[in-house]
Nanobody, 133 residues
């Protein structure tokens, strides 16, 4: 049984930083591309960043560029999203996703595209990030 688990969310003041973590069990970590999506209050779910199976090819979308950094450590079976210069509009539930093919994420179609349910795409339950003063 595959389990994807996020951690590291919390409350932070504007301008602050958080590092989200994602681990996955029940699958071979190095065989999966991974991504972070988020859902802000009253908004649709949207892609934030994605990374290739090897961890060598990251992609950051929109306002995440220059502020967020996705990384993947296959030796330790963990993926991160380092978030700096957080703003209130970053308040959201952040989800980790794992899927065998990077192209499944279609980052070129973000922010609107979200991978449809499939037997080989696994979502975590999400971790809440709140940015406020």
């Amino acid at each position: 049984q595959v389990q994807v688990v996020e951690s590291g969310g919390g409350w932070v003041q504007p301008g602050g930083s958080l590092r989200l973590s994602c681990t996955a069990s029940g699958l071979t970590f190095e065989d999966y591309a991974m991504a972070w999506f988020r859902q802000r209050p009253g908004k649709e779910r949207e892609g934030v960043a994605a990374i290739s199976k090897s961890g060598r090819t990251p992609y950051h979308h929109g306002t995440a560029k220059g502020r967020f950094t996705i990384s993947k450590n296959n030796a330790e079976n963990i993926m991160y999203l380092q978030m700096n210069s957080l703003q209130p509009e970053d308040t959201a539930t952040y989800y980790c996703v794992a899927t065998p093919l990077f192209s499944t994420f279609q980052p070129e179609s973000w922010p609107g595209y979200v991978p449809p349910p499939s037997d080989s795409t696994y979502w975590g339950q999400g971790t809440q990030v709140t940015v406020s003063s």
